[in-house]
């Protein structure tokens, strides 16, 4: 069993038999809570997905490569959620591939 986006072409691939489990980041996400805490609750998701050391830990470069990231990726769910819909992390990558123009026709 694997977390996955590609389990089908790695089973093809491979000749084993993989099983892609899901995984559903925002699993816990309200969108009946209070707007005050949504970012806050991204923020922390962000956090699981792009670690990194502790900022004592980083050079400036990695510190603001590690932050901006964070801030790009927290953008995709917190745009999601204020359109009405539970943000997926299928959702955002299709976000970031397709750019700017296509958030604008959402």
């Known amino acids: 069993m694997t977390i996955c986006p590609w389990a089908s072409k790695h089973r093809s691939d491979w000749g084993v038999p993989i099983v892609d489990a899901g995984f559903d980041l925002f699993w816990d ?12 609750f991204m ?13 004592t830990a980083m050079d400036e470069k990695s510190l603001f490569f590690r932050n901006r990231g964070r801030d790009l990726t927290e953008f995709f769910p917190l745009y999601a959620a204020s359109h009405g819909r539970k943000p997926t992390l299928a959702m955002m990558r299709s976000m970031l591939m397709e ?5 604008e026709e959402r």
């Open 99 to 103: 750019g700017r123009a296509a958030l």
């Open 29 to 40: 996400f309200d969108p009946q809570a209070p707007a005050s805490s949504i970012r806050g």
């Open 43 to 55: 923020q922390r998701k962000m956090e699981l997905l792009i670690p990194g050391k502790p900022p």
